[in-house]
């Protein structure tokens, strides 16, 4: 009817869309998931890839700080291996039954009538198993993990991994040299832009208008980079790029009251409108 056209014209919201990470976002990092998410890959690294446990920690160290995670960082230095045996090791073996339902944030979603996205590092498997395991199942229009942005090439050729040598990424943190080039990483994954750009072209998402929810400083700031309004979960604290800290994602109704007023406004004036266009009718 036209009524409802001119109230989608005329009452666009601030925010049409919520971006969430999964771990250490929908649940709190006290889980202790985390830790052993670490130890998991550690041990991948030093049973599977045959490096030396003494290198590990400095390994996994600088891998992080220059590609934003760790198996990032090991496909560009040269390691090869198959992506879901890295899941599989890494994630097959959580505890997952630290974690319980939680049908207070299933309620704070749901009660908001506007698009959710999950856009995880994680793969697709570990991502349904959290949103299972904390009730969460149909609060996501979508779920973005890592075989979305990187559906093929999962494995190196023979010819590849045969002539390939490792680069010794610490020894270049140790003694940077600027006519170094480092490798490039074939994994597509926060915090790079280009993965945050592919995010929105998939989802079809203007970052402009979407709140974004992470645990991760660096995926925070590179959000902000791209447009997005930054929600870091888990602290209270404001750092650059931060434009609002929850130290519980349950705190969302308490922090964007706005939110719900938005909704409750709409209702409202759509209420009105129908009030107006059947009285005119009549």
């Known amino acids: 009817m036209a009524y409802e056209e001119d109230f989608k014209q005329t009452s666009e919201a601030k925010y049409d869309c919520l971006l969430?990470?999964?771990?250490?976002?929908?649940y709190p990092l006290s889980s202790g998931l985390a830790m052993q998410v670490k130890t998991n890959i550690q041990e991948y690294m030093t049973q599977k890839l045959g490096i030396e446990e003494a290198k590990v920690q400095e390994l996994c160290l600088?891998?992080?700080?220059?590609?934003?995670?760790?198996?990032?960082?090991?496909?560009?230095?040269?390691?090869?291996?198959?992506?879901?045996?890295f899941h599989s090791f890494v994630h097959g073996r959580l505890p997952y039954s630290t974690l319980k339902p939680d049908p207070i944030l299933r309620n704070i979603i749901l009660s908001l009538p506007i698009r959710k996205v999950v856009f995880t590092n994680a793969d697709k498997a570990h991502a349904a198993k959290i949103i299972s395991k904390l009730g969460l199942e149909g609060c996501f229009e979508k779920v973005i993990s890592f075989e979305t942005?990187?559906?093929?090439?999962?494995?190196?050729?023979?010819?590849?991994?045969?002539t390939r040598e490792i680069f010794d990424i610490i020894s270049y943190m140790a003694n940077p040299d600027p006519q170094v080039e480092l490798p490039k990483t074939p994994v597509i994954c926060k915090p790079s832009e280009g993965a945050f750009e592919q995010v929105f072209k998939m989802a079809?998402?203007?970052?402009?208008?979407?709140?974004?929810?992470?645990?991760?400083?660096?995926?925070?700031?590179t959000g902000k980079r791209v447009g997005?309004?930054?929600?870091?979960?888990?602290?209270?604290?404001?750092?650059?790029?931060?434009?609002?800290?929850?130290?519980?994602?349950?705190?969302i109704r308490e922090a964007l009251p706005e939110l719900w007023?938005?909704?409750?406004?709409?209702?409202?004036?759509?209420?009105?409108?129908?009030?107006v266009a059947i009285e005119t009718i009549a």
């Open 149 to 162: 942005l990187n559906p093929i090439n999962k494995t190196e050729t023979p010819h590849d991994t045969k």
């Open 62 to 85: 600088a891998l992080y700080k220059i590609y934003g995670t760790t198996m990032a960082g090991l496909k560009a230095v040269g390691y090869d291996f198959d992506y879901d045996d």
């Open 261 to 275: 007023e938005a909704v409750e406004e709409k209702g409202e004036e759509l209420r009105t409108r129908q009030k």
């Open 20 to 26: 969430f990470d999964i771990d250490d976002t929908l």
């Open 228 to 251: 997005l309004h930054t929600i870091w979960v888990g602290t209270s604290q404001r750092e650059e790029g931060v434009d609002m800290a929850l130290e519980h994602i349950h705190n």
């Open 204 to 221: 079809n998402i203007n970052p402009k208008k979407t709140l974004f929810f992470d645990d991760s400083i660096r995926n925070i700031q």
